[in-house]
């Protein structure tokens, strides 16, 4: 395993270099000029139906949702005292290899029970 600092080394390289050419691109203009005319799309998208169909559609409950449940987590944790060390403590107990026998003969026996 002594070769995977060089291999870190290798990417975290790669990985600057790419952000570099891309901040001189966006930022500074560098490289080459885009075309001067445009080519004109590359599928004519006629078999497809528009992403928005009407402008008033309204956004979807599901993409509204899980961004907001995110953000309230995320400030849950960062906000609320004691928060973060209950999800530490409850990631620490689920992982723990007595719980999981523990669940793993709980499910056996209910699974059991069901079918009888």
């Known amino acids: 395993m002594s070769w995977l600092p060089l291999v870190f080394v290798l990417v975290s390289a790669a990985t600057g270099g790419a952000v570099l050419r891309a901040s001189a691109r966006t930022f500074a203009g560098a490289g080459p000029r885009p075309r001067e005319r445009y080519a004109g799309p590359e599928a004519s998208g006629t078999g497809e139906e528009p992403e928005l169909r009407d ?52 499910v056996a026996v209910f699974l059991v029970v069901m079918a009888v």
């Open 55 to 106: 402008p008033q559609r309204r956004i979807p409950v599901p993409m509204l949702v899980v961004p907001a449940v995110l953000l309230c987590t995320s400030l849950a944790v960062g906000l609320v005292p004691g928060v973060g060390h209950a999800l530490a403590l409850a990631a620490r107990q689920f992982t723990d290899r007595d719980y999981l026998a523990w669940l793993t003969v709980g």
